[in-house]
């Protein structure tokens, strides 16, 4: 599975916008963009996950550029609840065990 | 709800005792998967099962054994022969169909293992 480089750390004010980046330059034609979130102490929570187009859902949206090289998380209103470590992670979409691998995310910092 | 239930939330072992935590999904969801947690570190897949009575070894399945006699359950036993057992271990279930890259996996809550 290809890797992502994620910044360590972001801060965001509360009620903006949080983008979040993420490269995945060696990403292959079949593989996912997941993006998952983890609050201290919890399970990992999905977010959104997308092959070339953008999405949208009710929690975020995924921008991934023309050549799927990189990507970008948009939480649109994001609150103090939001803070947490975001992971970006691409996956094969068949022909491995599906497993997830979580490199080491960026820590989202929403202040009020 | 539908969802992934571990317990228990908190569990303490001794030298040389296995443990063994629970995992139920009431998402109908075929594939399972337990993971591994250290601090500050990402997660390291253990086991994974595509169907009941079937299971596949992770990354680090040395010292861990499991089940999966029922779809909705997956129990992950941590053995004496686990020499650093002390982690956050993590279940997860997904769908199975429309292959693995477009079925997010959903996770518990996790189950905190510490040694006395």
């Known amino acids: 599975d290809a890797k992502t480089t994620q910044p360590p750390s972001m801060d965001c004010a509360e009620g903006r916008a949080a983008n979040l980046p993420c490269n995945h330059s060696t990403i292959s034609g079949n593989e996912y963009v997941y993006w998952y979130r983890q609050i201290h102490s919890q399970g990992p929570q999905y977010i959104i996950h997308?092959?070339?187009n953008n999405e949208t859902n009710e929690m975020a949206s995924l921008i991934i550029t023309e050549d799927r090289k990189s990507s970008t998380l948009i939480l649109p209103h994001a609150t103090l609840r939001d803070t947490a470590v975001y992971y970006c992670?691409?996956?094969?979409?068949?022909?491995?065990?599906?497993?997830?691998?979580f490199g080491q995310g960026t820590t989202l910092q929403v202040k009020p | 709800d539908g969802g992934i239930t571990q317990s228990p939330k908190y569990l303490f072992r001794k030298e040389g005792q296995n443990v063994t935590l629970s995992c139920e999904q009431n998402?109908?969801?075929?594939?399972m998967y337990w993971y591994r947690q250290d601090p500050g570190q990402g997660l390291r897949l253990i086991y994974y099962?595509?169907?009941?009575?079937?299971?596949q070894k992770g990354d680090i399945a040395e010292g861990y054994s499991v089940s999966r006699e029922k779809k909705e359950s997956f129990p992950l036993t941590v053995t004496s022969a686990q020499k650093n057992p002390t982690a956050f271990y993590l279940c997860a279930s997904s769908p199975l169909g429309g292959g693995w890259g477009n079925q997010p996996q959903h996770f518990g809550d996790g189950t905190r293992l510490s040694i006395l």
């Open positions: 099962s595509q169907i009941v009575n079937d299971f």
């Open positions: 998402l109908n969801h075929d594939a």
């Open positions: 997308g092959l070339k």
């Open positions: 992670i691409v996956r094969v979409g068949s022909g491995n065990t599906g497993k997830l691998i």
